[in-house]
T-cell receptor, first 109, second 113 residues
Framework: KNEVEQSPQNLTAQEGEFITINCSYS?????LHWLQQHPGGGIVSLFMLSSGKKKHGRLIATINIQEKHSSLHITASHPRDSAVYIC???????????FGQGTRLTINP | DGGITQSPKYLFRKEGQNVTLSCEQN?????MYWYRQDPGQGLRLIYY???????QKGDIAEGYSVSREKKESFPLTVTSAQKNPTAFYLC????????????FGPGTRLLVL
């Protein structure tokens, strides 16, 4: 079983819809990272979480440490949000990250 | 501007040839990482280095080699022993003890002809 699982793998929605991407994991972590990868391949950091909730513009990330689950929400989605969203874990005691397989999001106008 | 550069953006290789991918950072980060990304899969760690002149194998190191002679540079060589080298390669760097704050380069797409 993979240490980190994302769902869904692919998501297509209409502009304006509320989007939720999920990340579940099976190990103890010290931090969870949400990343965005655009079609050109470059990756940017969206959020780093160790507890609770963070908000930046239309993006909201939450984490429930007890349930080993995190969600990334996008409100009022826009075609420019189309990208691959990746969940990455820093496992406790490790000096590296473990990555989910990514969720490919397509927002149609 | 601080950042990570990878060159070239696209690289073509003939079967049986070694090829070296460049990664340079001016963020003054001690740690650097190389990842491979295949379609539909998460990033997989090839090698990482936490300090100059030291590096460790990641999950898929076979067929790859690295060096870390300078803090700013962490080149990756894809050797002829790598049987399926066509992939997207990403380099990242971070402060030494906070791998969760990695900054990523733009990537190099390697195609075997």
């Amino acid at each position: 079983k993979n240490e980190v699982e994302q769902s869904p793998q692919n998501l297509t929605a209409q502009e304006g819809e509320f989007i939720t991407i999920n990340c579940s994991y099976s190990v103890g972590i010290s931090a969870l990272h949400w990343l965005q990868q655009h079609p050109g391949g470059g990756i940017v950091s969206l959020f780093m979480l160790s507890s609770g909730k963070k908000k930046h513009g239309r993006l909201i990330a939450t984490i429930n440490i007890q349930e080993k689950h995190s969600s990334l929400h996008i409100t009022a989605s826009h075609p420019r949000d189309s990208a691959v969203y990746i969940c990455a874990l820093r496992i406790q005691g490790a000096q590296k990250l473990v990555f989910g397989q990514g969720t490919r999001l397509t927002i149609n106008p | 501007d601080g950042g990570i550069t990878q060159s070239p953006k696209y690289l073509f290789r003939k079967e049986g040839q070694n090829v070296t991918l460049s990664c340079e950072q001016n963020l003054n980060h001690d740690a650097m990482y190389w990842y491979r990304q295949d379609p539909g899969q998460g990033l997989r760690l090839i090698y990482y280095s936490q300090i100059v002149n030291d590096f460790q194998k990641g999950d898929i190191a076979e067929g790859y080699s690295v060096s870390r002679e300078k803090k700013e540079s962490f080149p990756l060589t894809v050797t002829s022993a790598q049987k399926n080298p066509t992939a997207f390669y990403l380099c990242a760097s971070s402060p030494r003890h906070t791998p969760e704050t990695q900054y990523f380069g733009p990537g190099t797409r390697l195609l075997v002809l």
